[in-house]
């Protein structure tokens, strides 16, 4: 990987730099105007809103687009991280669909899509209601395979939250940290790959961590029992943790302890091969899979993730289908919402050049990960992509250095911040 640093990312320049990529008037029905070709969009996140929007946007009209999402708003899991530290507030992160129904005519529909009859084509709604398509985006997320750590379920995330889906659970994790006093332990099981990022397990740790540090905590500690030998920007955070933190966070790879037995959230305990580690605040990150209507479609594969053809985003099971973002395998570019927004322009000009013959240009990618380890010290890690023997390959990447000085450190956290308003606003807005 190539050393080299980009420049620095702003809100203006955002959407030029992310790449190329609905004008109609919303029916009070789902059968929508039937003269125009019809994208149904599941999932309103990174990928969904921008694939949406682009859509919509860049066929003037052509092309009758629906975005199903089950909430009224999306809660950005990039940036919750910084809200656990402290550094924003939770309605910053939080976005709304307003804008893409007034500005563009998308029909924004909240509710939860169940099943696709690929035959029909046609998406069934939680309530019955069926929605029919031309193409099909995929955007859903993850779901978490909670029995992948023994002794965690979806009723024990209750009392020790997984917050990797950003909503409640994130609010939750943050209410647990805060009501922590001086002396008590967290202990967190990072994910195994491939694990959607962010929210980053070792950002969250740096987060913690401040928020310890803030209160002048000198006798808690927080322990990482992770499944995987070796992280992402592993030798940058540890340089942080050791400058920072000192003394407060303790990592152990599988080598080390030597696999989880299991996990006691009443108790408050993680139990591995070489000890027992107490916690008044546990945070379990378990394995992870393709968000559910993936696979009720048919086009997740035995991983639990969702196969794609690299030039186009579309699934390899079914022409009239494009998944993207998490759900998908993506081949090097990671699960985040960078990578989600980028392939969400690549699949808009493919199927607007499926359903109005414009023309599609060959598939271009790129990714961004800031971190935030410590007020302005961020780091990064990034790439360019391209299709190349049937994956989505890095031409170009690039990476923070450790020993890197303050001043250099301070304008990375700062780009993160003008990279979050423009990602927000191609989304959104």
């Given at each position: ?20 990529g ?37 066929s ?13 708003t ?28 007034s ?50 379920s ?5 009392t ?39 929210p980053?397990p ?6 913690m ?14 322990f ?40 006691d ?23 992870q ?34 998944v ?22 690549v ?83």
């Amino acid at each position: 990987m190539s050393t080299t640093r980009t420049g620095t990312i702003s809100r203006r320049s955002f959407g030029l730099l992310a790449g190329t990529g609905v004008a109609s008037l919303a029916l009070p029905t789902y059968l929508r105007a039937q003269d125009k070709p019809r994208v149904v969009i599941v999932g309103g996140g990174a990928g969904g809103a921008t694939a949406a929007k682009y859509v919509a946007k860049d066929s003037k009209g052509a092309i009758d687009v629906t975005l199903i999402e089950d909430s009224d708003t999306f809660t950005t899991c990039f940036f919750s991280n910084l809200y656990l530290g402290g550094y924003r507030d939770f309605n910053s992160i939080t976005h709304g669909y307003d804008a893409l129904v007034s500005t563009y005519g998308i029909r924004k529909v909240t509710g939860l899509a169940m099943a696709v009859d690929r035959m029909a084509k046609t998406v069934t709604m939680a309530d019955g209601a069926v929605v029919p398509y031309d193409r099909l985006l995929l955007s859903p997320g993850i779901d978490i395979i909670y029995g992948s750590v023994p002794g965690y379920s979806e009723d024990a995330a209750e009392t020790a939250p997984h917050a990797w889906k950003a909503g409640p659970q994130t609010e939750l994790l943050k209410a647990r940290l805060d009501a922590l006093t001086d002396g008590q332990n967290i202990v967190m099981i990072a994910p195994p790959n491939p694990y959607r990022c962010p929210p980053g397990p070792y950002e969250r740790v740096s987060m913690m961590a401040h928020v310890l540090k803030s209160k002048g905590f000198t006798n808690s500690k927080i322990f990482v029992i992770d499944p995987k030998d070796k992280f992402s920007k592993q030798g940058l955070f540890q340089e942080g943790w050791d400058k920072h933190y000192p003394g407060m966070v303790e990592w152990y790879g599988p080598d080390v302890h030597g696999g989880i037995k299991s996990v006691d959230v009443a108790a408050g305990t993680v139990e591995t091969d070489l000890d027992t580690f107490e916690g008044a605040l546990l945070n379990i990150i378990p394995a992870q899979k393709a968000g559910a209507i993936a696979a009720a479609a048919g086009v997740a594969g035995d991983s639990g993730f969702c196969p794609i053809d690299a030039a186009s985003m579309r699934s390899t099971m079914d022409e009239a289908i494009f998944v993207i973002g998490d759900a998908s395998i993506a081949g090097d570019m990671p699960k985040s919402g960078f990578s989600a927004n980028s392939q969400a322009k690549v699949a808009a000009m493919t199927i607007r050049a499926d359903l109005t013959g414009s023309k599609a240009f060959p598939a271009k990618y790129s990714n961004t990960c800031w971190s935030l380890i410590d007020t302005d010290d961020g780091v990064k890690v990034g790439a360019q992509y391209e299709p190349k023997e049937g994956k989505i390959a890095s031409v170009e990447g690039f990476i923070s250095q450790t020993g890197e000085d303050a001043a250099l450190r301070k304008a990375t956290y700062e780009e993160s911040i003008g990279w979050y308003d423009g990602i927000v606003a191609d989304m959104f807005s």
